[in-house]
Each structure stands twice: as C-alpha cells, then as structure tokens.
C-alpha cells in the first residue's frame, strides 16, 4: 500500500506518548515496531466484487483527522467483587507481567494498517483481569470521546472457570467539530471452562469515523459470547472475530445496527474452528433508513482437524427506504466432513401483511411501523445478558425512529 | 469387488465414458494464438469480413487483461498456458457444414457417439441432436415439423453463412461481449462451431433440442458458441452434453452461451458436462431476459482440473424470471468453483438459485454468487439456497454468495447448508442389506435429485452413471 504516515506521526510523537505514560519498555518498542510496519502493511481487506470495493477506508484522510498528541476522554469503570477492572497505567503499574504476557497475544498489532496505527497510538484502554474461579457480574466500562481523535485498547484476561459479562460503550462528550477517528482493539484471553459475554454499544457523533476490531480466543471447554450495537458514526468499520482453539469451545456473536441518513456499516463477523466439538452461532440484524448503507461478512471457517463442529450464521437486514443499500457475503469455508454448518442471509422491507393487519387494529400506520421494527430487533436483544446494554440498545432504536 | 463395480462392467459404463479415438485431422491450426491463427481460422471457415474483424478485435482484448488470480479460494490457473493449446482442429468429415443423416458419419465418429448413447436417444423420438466432434458440428437433425414454423437449429458456422443478419447482430454484442472477461475474449477470438437456435415469435418447440460435445485430441482447446434467439412468446429447451476422454496434457475448454429471452418467451438451457481431469472448463454463459421472460439454467458440472463458470441472468424487463439448478462433484485434484450471477434491473423480477456440491478425496467445490438488485428493482425477489455434502476431511467445500441490494421493497433470502454424508443414513440402509458403498451412492442420488428430475430422462440416468463413477473413483 499505500497509505501515507500521517505527517502528524513520528517516532517522537510516540516516544513521548510513551514517556508521559512511564510505559515499560517493551510497549514503547511494540508500540515503535508498530509504527514502523504502517510502511507496508494494507487496510483491512474490504469484500470487493469485480469493479467494486464496498468501503473505501483509503480515502479517509488520517493526517486531518488524527491528532496524537491531544486524546481525551472521559472513561467510568465499575468493577465487580474479585476483579480487577483498571485503567491500562494502573494496570501497567499493578499487574505488568499480566498485561505483558496478553497484550497482541489474540490480536497482532500488526494485522493491517489500522491496527498498527491503534497500537502505536493509544493513550486509553482498559485491562480487565478475572482471576481463576472468580464469577464477575457487571463490569462497565462508559467511555467518552471528547478530542480529534481517541486510541484505545482493552484486554480481558478470564483464568480457568472465571466467567465476567461486560458492558463498554462509547459515546462523544464535549462537542468538537468537524471530521474524528475512533479507534479501539479488543482481546479476550481465556481459560479452560471461562465465561466472557462482552457487550459492546457504539453511539458515536454523525461526524465520527470509528474502527474497532474484537478478537477472542476461545480455550479448552471456554465460551466467548459478543454482543455488539452500532447505531452511530459516520462510517464504522467492525470486525468480530473469535478462534474457537480449544476443544469443545463455543461462541455466539449477536450484532445490532440501525442506520439513517448516510452511514456506513461495515460489520464482520468471523469464526475459526480449530479444536474439536466447537459450536458458533452468528446473528446479526440490521435496520437502514433514509441513504444508509451496511456491508456484512460472515465468515465461518472450518479446519482440517475441527472434528464434530456446528457452526451457525443468519443474518436479516430491514430496508426502510429505496436509497438504502444492503449488501451481504456470508461465507463457509469447509475443510472437514464432521461439520453441520449453515449459513442464511435475507433482505427485505417491513412486512406489509403484518402492517395490514396492525393498522386494521386501529394502531396508526407510523406505530405499527415502528413496532415492528422494534420488534425485528427483539431475537438480538434476548441475547443480551446486562440489562443496562438491552435497555440501552431499545432506548437508541426507539428514539431513532420517532 | 462391490455390486456397483460388477454392475458397471455388465453395463460397460465404465468403459464408455473414458475411451479415446486415433483422429485424424483434416485441418489443425498452429499451436498458440496469433493474429496469423485467427486469420486461418476464418479464412478456413470462410467467414465474412465483420466476423473477422471481431475475432481479431477479441484477440487485443484477450491480450490486454490478465488472468484472473487474486479471487478468493479460486482454481490456480498457472498451468493454463494459451500458447500451448491448439485452438483448432476440424475432423477429418467431407461435409463441411456436418451431414444430415446418422449413417453417412464415419465409423470411427459414429463409433464414438454410440458408445456415448447419442443414437438412442434420437431412436427416442428427440427432436434433433446436434453433435460436435473437436470443434466442429459434425451432425445435426432437426424434425421436419420445426423447420417449416421457421425454427432453426443448425451449426453456429452454418449460422454465419446462412443466418448472417440475426447471427451479427446478436454474436457477442450486448449479450457476452469480448470485454466481460480474458477468456470471454480467448472464446471471442478462436471461437468455432458451436449450435445456433431461433424460435420465431410465438412458437414453441415441445421437445428439446439436444447437441452433444466432445474433446477428442490431446492438449486442444474448445471453443465453441451457443447463440439462441428466442422470440417473443416462443419456448425452446436446449439440451447440451460435453465431456471429454482423459490425457496428459492439458485442455482447455472456453466456451461462450447466449441467450436472448424475448417478451414471454421461456427457455431452458440444460447441461451435463464431464469433462477430464486434465482439462481447464473456463466459460462465459450469460442470457438477457426481457419482460415477463423466463430463464431457467439447469447444469452439471463433473470432471475438469478446474471449472470456473457463473451462468448469469440480466433480467432486463418488468416481470423476468430466472431459475438455476446446478450440481458440482469435485474428486481428487479437482477443483470446481461455480455458481450463478442474476442482475435484477427491472421491478417485480424474481430468480431462485439452488445449487448443490459434493466433495470427495480432497476436492474443493465453491459456490461463488452475486444477487445484485438495481435501484428501481421493486417488489424483486430472490432465494439462493445452497447445499454442500462432504465425504472426508480432506475435501473443502466454500460458499460465498455476495447479495448487492439497493432497493427496498425486495425479498432476498440466501441459505447454505454443509453436512457430512449421514451416518445414521447410511446404517438405516445398510440394516436393510445394502452394502456400504451402495448406501452412500443411494443417499448421493437422493440428494442430486433436484437436479435429476429437471433432466429428459437419458441425461438423467447419465448424471446418475457419472455420479456413481466419480464415487467409485473409477474416472480417476
């Protein structure tokens, strides 16, 4: 590729992101290394069909919308009995063999351009530590997006038979004007038989531009459970992945979306099954209005020695408007013959049957509509196990639709 | 031995698909391509001067792109090597433009197409069979009560001849231009026989019509084109058989279909295609569909080193309607990446995609799809449901549908399913005396069904021989 270095960018900039923080070593140079590969490395790879890439994430300009040396946010973390849920200094300071070990474990810094760029810059994060048998209810992280641009990066590390639900969300706080990045990476680190549902609600500002990218890797007998709701941003770019390393490991990614005016979804959902008796079930919904647009892919890849796997994906979009545009590749990749695997995609408008017969109940046509796109939501939003994300997620839809 | 294997040597199948000829040659062209080749190939075939023109304008085109290589899990294509195929080669029959009646063909021809039962099924009362032996249509017939509503079935370098203005205004124009790939403009530039069809307005032709192809000589390619005009309000289907022996050098198929589906007409485009496991199947089959026309696309795919082939519908009018059937076997060494493209660009269009795949002693099957509905495309639907079956680990079945949708009040649905060959299946047969093989080719022919029972019968129990001996590894 490709993409320049943002002139905003040098070593110094990262050394002294470093130093601010009295970061160990190691980080500086990973965060350094990182820096370095920007060179090379390409952006995500986008679904293209001949004569058409469906994001076109090299046409953002980085060097006007990136400012490193000014990132601020505002972050609340609420812990839970017997976990630790700290800010990535304190974390640094009280547990730095911990981050040490996990840090890019799950997720390479340098997996495309965007991640490096993640790594080499970010200045907020959270570690969230869940000891060996610990069941940690409730951990929230709140963050707020209150500058040009914002790095972060969050690792969670369940031991053997820990389990945690966690809630992060992020939104904008004071208003700054004009076009922004937000970036964080994600990674779960578990134990045998570890439970990690991580729910996560992106209500950005219309002028945001937002990358995140979650990675889990599943352990024997673990279960790594996402929920993820875009309803902001101006262009989003998400990717779900979980490797399912561990024999009889499982995964479920459930995805919200409800755009208007003129987002941009790029939403991925991806599953390895590597161990033996794995289970995945990818569901995602989506809503788009007005000239909103979303890109899915589903990837449910199965290797060679994943003996007795299942594997499920659907996903359903709801076009609300004729200028929306809905495009979707769901994807098997079968290399083993013990698989039950499907996939299914479907596209279409709200059902003008089930609109008939609520509006011959006397419900005004504009309600009946929005209870049923409220409705359509529903099969995700059971999924989600904190109440203060569910009731979140329907808050967001119900006032987008009025 | 298996009762399979005892029964395919009582019924010779075994032998019959997998026999070579000793042909000799009336015309061979140099191997490779050249503006020289291109120029002896028309001159040869004595074609007229815009014909020409377009070969050598396909032959620029065919230079300028490049092979196709980054698509995702697509068949490696480093070994097709266009300098090394012979692009033509006419067989050795004193009529030209292929003979009317069975008997006079020469033995060795004649030979061949019987062991590949094509004689009955015209003894069947078919209504005509065309069949092409390397490059040229060597047979044809058509009943004579077609012929007097004005249908034509005839060879497609007959066609050029005698059916010169439909032919040119139809030839790789709107349909497959040179353009749409490289080896839409190899077949654009080599291109030699092939079947023409044109249903006049309102006719409908009750039987099918049938042309049968077959690659006969080491390290050649075929390129033949299938034009079919189908008028307003007519109906015609179209039944077309290819396979090819095995050798050691590499084939290379491209071929090229058009169809043109006028206003209410209904055309069905059948094939079974068993091509060697040296051999590339690299196509370009694409119909246009006006309003409240139908297409259906019905194909097996067996045999072939690979096969990249898409058959598409651009349902052009109000009301069109598209229906693909496909099956795909991959064996050892093959891999067979297929599947179906439909552009709805007008409202009220609906198309449905079933395609199925088996996959066996590592072979790789992909179903590559594109579902695109245009702006403006309202009240369209499409379902797209595909079903992989593997036998062993050692296989790899892809799906990757791609759905583009930019209208609203549209249904889309797609669906995949991969499973393995039911285990509890094929105890429940076996408790019932079948041995294990026979169980599994039982529940392999339940499972192509779908497919089986679109075909006329004769390429139905075909379908079904070639499926029992992929399954016994017998092609090899």
Request: with cysteine; net charge negative.
């Amino acid at each position: 590729m490709s993409t320049q270095l943002p002139a905003s960018i040098s070593e110094e900039t990262v050394n002294e992101i470093s130093a601010e923080r009295d970061e160990p070593d190691w980080l500086r140079r990973t965060r350094l290394d990182a820096l370095a590969a920007l060179e090379e490395l390409e952006m995500p790879s986008v679904i293209e069909t001949p004569g058409r890439r469906w994001t076109n994430l090299e046409d953002l300009d980085y060097e006007s919308i990136v400012d490193p040396l000014d990132q601020r946010d505002e972050t609340e973390r609420v812990s839970a009995e017997g976990a630790k849920v700290l800010d990535f200094e304190t974390a640094l300071e009280e547990h730095p063999e911990l981050v040490e070990e996990h840090f890019g474990s799950v997720t390479d810094p340098q997996t495309n351009y965007l991640t490096a760029l993640s790594t080499a810059l970010f200045t907020t994060g959270t570690v969230i530590y869940v000891p060996e048998g610990v069941d940690a209810e409730d951990v929230k992280v709140r963050a707020e997006m209150n500058s040009t641009s914002l790095f972060s990066h969050t690792l969670v590390v369940a031991e053997d038979n820990a389990s945690a639900t966690i809630l992060e969300r992020i939104s904008n706080g004071s208003a700054v004007d004009g076009d922004r990045y937000f970036s964080n990476l994600v990674e779960i680190v578990t134990g045998e038989n570890a439970y990690v549902q991580y729910g996560s609600l992106q209500n950005l500002d219309e002028d945001v531009y937002d990358f995140t990218l979650k990675r889990g890797d599943a352990n024997r007998y673990a279960t790594i459970d996402w929920i993820e709701g875009n309803i902001g941003s101006r262009l989003t770019r998400s990717d779900i992945e979980t490797e399912l390393n561990g024999d009889s490991s499982e995964t479920k990614i459930v995805g919200a979306f409800f755009g208007h005016d003129d987002q941009h979804f790029d939403i991925n959902a991806r599953v390895w099954h590597n161990g033996e008796h794995t289970t995945a079930d990818l569901v995602t919904r989506g809503v788009l209005d007005d000239e909103a647009r979303s890109v899915y892919e589903g990837v449910q890849d199965v290797g060679r020695d994943a003996w007795d796997t299942s594997s499920y994906q659907r996903e359903n979009t709801l076009m609300l408007s004729d200028d929306s545009e809905a495009d979707a590749s769901p994807k098997l990749i079968i290399h083993n013959h013990d698989t039950e695997a499907s996939h299914s995609a479907t596209v279409g408008q709200v059902d003008a049957e089930d609109l008939f017969y609520m509006t011959s109940r006397s419900i005004p046509e504009n309600t009946a509509r929005n209870m049923l796109v409220e409705g359509f939501f529903v099969p995700v939003l059971e999924e989600v196990e904190v109440d203060e994300l569910r009731e979140d997620i329907d808050d967001l839809i119900v006032a987008r639709l009025d | 031995m298996s009762s399979d294997q005892d029964h395919l040597k009582q019924t010779d199948t075994e032998e019959r698909f997998d026999f070579k000829k000793d042909s000799k040659a009336a015309f061979a062209a140099e191997k490779g391509l050249t503006e020289e080749t291109i120029h002896a190939i028309s001159e040869d075939k004595d074609e007229p001067e815009w014909m020409l023109e377009r070969r050598l304008r396909a032959l620029e085109q065919f230079q300028a792109m490049p092979m196709p290589t980054d698509w995702p899990g697509q068949p490696d294509l480093s070994e097709v090597d266009v300098d090394e195929i012979v692009p033509y080669i006419r067989p050795d029959v004193d009529v030209r433009a292929g003979v009317d009646d069975w008997t006079e063909l020469p033995d060795e021809i004649k030979d061949t197409f019987d062991k590949l039962g094509i004689p009955e099924a015209e003894k069947n009362a078919l209504s005509g069979v065309g069949a092409q032996y390397e490059s040229e249509v060597v047979y044809q017939n058509m009943q004579e009560r077609w012929e007097e509503k004005g249908v034509i079935f005839c060879n497609m370098d007959q066609a050029v001849q005698e059916h010169e203005e439909i032919v040119r205004e139809h030839f790789m124009t709107t349909c497959v231009p040179p353009s749409d790939n490289k080896f839409a403009a190899l077949h654009g530039a080599v291109w030699s026989g092939g079947s023409f069809v044109y249903v006049p307005e309102d006719v409908t032709v009750e039987m099918p019509v049938q042309a049968y192809f077959r690659m006969n000589s080491e390290g050649m390619g075929q390129f033949e084109h299938t034009l079919i005009v189908a008028e307003e309000g007519s109906e015609v289907h179209y039944i077309e058989g290819c396979s090819a022996p095995k050798y050691s050098a590499i084939n290379l198929h491209s071929g090229g279909v058009e169809v043109f589906v006028g206003e209410d007409a209904h055309v069905q485009y059948s094939t079974v295609q068993n091509w060697s496991k040296n051999t590339y199947n690299l196509n370009t089959k694409r119909a246009l569909v006006e309003k409240n026309g139908r297409m259906e696309w019905i194909s097996g795919s067996m045999g072939s080193k690979a096969t990249m082939l898409y058959p598409s519908s651009i349902l052009k009018g109000r009301g069109a309607s598209d229906n693909h059937i496909t099956i795909a076997f991959a064996g050892e060494g093959q891999n067979i990446d297929t599947g179906a493209k439909v552009y709805h660009n007008a409202p009220n269009t609906k198309s449905t995609i079933e395609s199925k795949s088996i996959s066996k002693d590592g072979g790789r099957t992909n179903y590559r799809g594109l579902v695109h509905i245009a702006d403006g495309a309202e009240g369209s639907s499409t379902a797209v449901e595909c079903d992989a079956l593997m036998f062993d680990n050692e296989s790899t079945s892809d799906t990757m549908p791609y759905m583009e949708i930019n209208e609203s009040t549209v249904d889309v649905a797609h669906e995949a399913t991969v499973g393995k060959i039911g285990d509890e299946d094929v105890f429940y047969l076996q408790s019932r005396g079948l041995d294990d093989d026979d169980a599994k080719q039982m529940i392999v022919s339940g499972f192509i069904e779908p497919i089986t029972e679109e075909l006329p019968i004769e390429y139905a129990v075909e379908l079904n021989r070639l499926v029992e001996l992929e399954m016994e590894g017998s092609l090899g």
